[in-house]
């Protein structure tokens, strides 16, 4: 697949709301375009052997002219290495600037991660754990409640939030902080919902996209690209409402099952075999294929750079729900427009987890906690008005929906930083 680099591609977006919008002032440009804080760090460990092992970690301060940084942290080991990495936690922070942004949640944009893949490396469960404390002490200092939340990621999850909010709630003096994190699990102030909030955020995007295209959802098939959180659990909201899944991916290869598969029966064997490769009844596919696979929903849930201007021509597919961060390329944008192909953009589709993360630090600054479908509902309400937004800001613009998504948020952010402008 094409390696661009994904912060020349979230700089890019910047600058085409700023078209726009009118806005012209390159200072201005640069502002919105650049991090307000990059931190990048060594993070020593003491492996199981013995032995000192150096991995590095970055937080990625973006923009907190609309509330508290928020962002996730992943462990991952990009193609390009560390520098690779640098620039796409830069990008990733951006993105979550105006992810917060286009679905009205007070909060700015912030991402980390540290450059290991612990699934490939095999860590133990001792060394993990030792990483991420010591990563958490690092960052302790640039965040809390109220300067930067954090949240899972790529190969992050609820135990190594925990980790992180109980370094920090030691390091600040015992201070009880569960909002200094979301992404929790429950018994540690974690909100219902937040563990299926991408997906079911993503099936109420593609709902509405469907209702603008007048495409019914009952029967309507379903391709997903990726088999983690995000993906399986837009699959699984999806054939609530009716639709169909047809494929599926992992990082081990790609199936195409015509008539049509149960999500949980195919997690079911997932969990068993350690791929979605070789699920009964099911036809083995290259990726390509997987992503020009003839349906109504293309669900790109793994990582970024997949959707590029040549799978961009060959896409079959009616709605584009981005449940992953950056899956598709700027040369592809032109493309799908043409072929009037309903992108739902990624800071959209996916802002479901930021949504809940808003809502799970909201239960834990209150104190007071929220049932399944009262989160799900604010949830919904958010990101339904979000879609909106954008489908009219590109019918008004005549441009595409991650356009239009962009032009949304980058004004949102704007009006923000007008209110307070520069100090000191
Ligand atoms: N990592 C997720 C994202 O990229 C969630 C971020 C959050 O909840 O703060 O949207």
Redesign the pocket.
Known sequence: MVKSDPFDNATKQVNDACDVLGIKDKGLRDYLIMPNRFLRLKVPVKMDNGKIRVFTGFRCQHNNDRGPY???IRYFDPEGGVKYMEREVMA?SSW?TW?CAVVDVPLGGGKGGIFVNPKKEKLSDGEMERLTRQFASKIAEVIGPQKD?P???VYTTGREMTQIMDTFTKMSGNNYSPGTI??KPIPVGGSLARNVATGLGNAYCIREAAKILKIKLKGARVVLQGFGNASTFSGEYLEKMGAKCIAASDSKGSILVSKGFKVQKLLDWKNKKGTVVGFPGSRKISTEQLLTTKCEILVPGALENQINASIAKKLQCKIIGEAA?GPTLPEADPILYKKKIFVIPDILA??G??CI?YLEWVQNNMGYYWSFDEVAKKMESNIVRGLKDTHSISKKHKIDNRKAAMVLAVGRVLEAFEHKGIWP
């Open positions: 928020k962002g996730g990733l979550m992810k939340i949240a899972p990621d979301t992404g961060n996916n802002s987890g930021v993360s």
